[in-house]
């Protein structure tokens, strides 16, 4: 208990810093170089389980490649209805790797229930957020590659229901572009329509819902996959997935549920952006309190809101949010009622795709030695970001300036790659070549030498084998 509350003491004073956030299943962060550590929070039970009995022992450990951890197995008694923030900090300072991937487990013998999340961050000077399902093998490359133009999530993440019961889907769809959106549905196993629709987001409409209907004949688990295309754009940033797990059983939902859309997004700056938060309950009708709490520089309105639920119904409550710098803002959202608390956060930046594309820019040209590639790359880059800035943002002038500067610091990398293999291959021709100069004349000599040697050594014995004839004869 004592180190729960030394650790409740340290999120107090880590609120709000720089590279302090909430823990996400699958984000990527970028973190900077003149710092020592970065920290998620881990909110407990909600990360767990979304109702447990007071005094239930929960386990959390913690796995880095090349960071150091505080917390590599920890155990912590929790309370009911309350919310525990505990940290887990990265240690990443003189470490010689430029990223690091983790994974923590949190699970509880008693309850019989685990859950992972898997994340990573990369030490850079350009400060980003990206929460994707992505399998790669550096964290700098995925994050180069995400710039969260727009953001799809479901109102809830899981939900319950009957054998052939039928139930509806609410996804919500967000973003500050004037783009088209295709949204996919792939399911297996599960009834679900429609297969595909379309959204159009704009500044004046950020935020869009869909229903989709579920319906499944046969007990189980099933995954449904979101998946999110920008018309007219095949690079990876101009895509987004989310899921949702449907448990199909006797069982019906306790307590209540959460979500938050966007969850991740970039928007233009000098412009505000707007956060949904959904409220479903699955208690006796009752009023819920949701409040803010933000970085300096964000002005949040309101900040705070009442909101009654139904029983077995969902109502969100809308925040407007203006920034006044270019960085990346968490903004925190705890949602209570007399049945527990809940936390949900948003993270909101400016000027992510720039910085996205000079972090990609800079990282190719320290691989680089040809300083006419690296020249190259430079004015590219400049000459993007000046086109970026003087078109509307996501406009097809925009994605495809988006697409062929990323093409071209690519071809200069293969460009680089190519020379650095044909120097090698010429080296080595070259070492050959002058090999040959070498060995071509001693060659020429050994040859002279046993051609030499052949003749003395037969013309012996030819004069052995007449002087053993004539003695023979005789």
Request: aromatic share 10%; proline share 2%; glycine share 4%.
């Amino acid at each position: 208990m004592k180190k729960l509350v030394i650790l409740i003491i340290l999120t107090s004073l880590l609120a709000f810093s720089p590279s302090s956030l909430g823990i996400e299943n699958n984000k990527y962060v970028g973190v900077p170089a003149n710092e020592t550590k970065y920290c998620d929070f881990l909110y407990l039970p909600q990360d767990l389980a979304s109702a447990i009995k007071d005094g239930t022992e929960v386990v959390v450990s913690v796995e880095d490649l090349m960071a150091s951890s505080d917390i590599k197995h920890g155990k912590f008694m929790i309370a009911e209805h309350t919310v525990e923030k505990i940290p887990i900090c990265f240690y990443y300072h003189g470490k010689p790797s430029k990223y690091n991937f983790y994974k923590v487990r949190v699970y509880s013998k008693e309850l019989k229930i685990s859950k992972e999340f898997t994340g990573g961050f990369c030490i850079t000077k350009y400060r980003d957020v990206d929460i994707v399902s992505e399998n790669g093998t550096d964290v700098c490359k995925i994050i180069n590659e995400h710039s969260d133009i727009f953001d799809i999530r479901p109102a809830l993440d899981s939900l319950k229901l009957h054998a052939n019961e039928e139930k509806n889907i609410e996804l919500y769809v967000a973003g500050f572009a004037d783009v088209d959106i295709k949204i996919e549905a792939y399911a297996e196993g599960i009834g679900i329509l429609p297969k595909s629709t379309y959204v159009k987001i704009s500044k004046q409409f950020p935020i869009q819902k869909r229903v989709f209907k579920i319906k499944s004949s046969k007990d189980g688990e099933y995954k449904i996959v979101f998946r999110g295309y920008i018309e007219g754009c095949t690079l990876k940033t101009c895509m987004k997935e989310t899921y949702v797990n449907v448990f199909v059983s006797n069982e019906i939902d306790k307590g209540f549920k959460t979500s938050i859309v966007p969850r991740s997004i970039n928007i233009e700056q000098g412009r505000n952006a707007w956060v949904r938060v959904l409220v479903t309950n699955y208690e006796n009708s009752t009023y819920f309190n949701v409040s803010v709490s933000y970085d300096d520089g964000a002005i949040v309105s309101p900040t705070s809101k009442y909101l009654f639920v139904e029983r077995g119904e969902t109502k969100s409550v809308l925040f407007k949010i203006a920034l006044m710098n270019k960085k990346i803002y968490r903004i925190e959202f705890k949602i209570s009622s007399r049945y527990g608390e809940r936390f949900e956060n948003a993270y909101i930046s400016t000027n992510e795709l720039v910085n996205d594309i000079k972090r990609y820019a800079e990282s190719v040209i320290d691989e680089v030695s040809d300083e006419e590639i690296k020249n190259s790359i430079k004015h590219s880059t400049a000459r993007w970001i000046d086109l970026h800035n003087k078109v509307e943002y996501m406009s097809k002038e925009d994605i495809k300036g988006l697409a062929d500067i990323r093409h071209e610091i690519e071809n200069a990398k293969k460009k680089s790659t190519s020379s650095t293999v044909n120097n090698i291959t010429s080296t080595k021709n070259e070492e050959k070549g002058t090999s040959n100069v070498f060995y071509v004349p001693l060659l020429a000599l050994l040859i002279i030498i046993a051609a030499i040697s052949y003749i003395l050594i037969k013309r012996v014995r030819v004069k052995q084998a007449g002087d053993i004839y004539f003695e023979g004869f005789s």
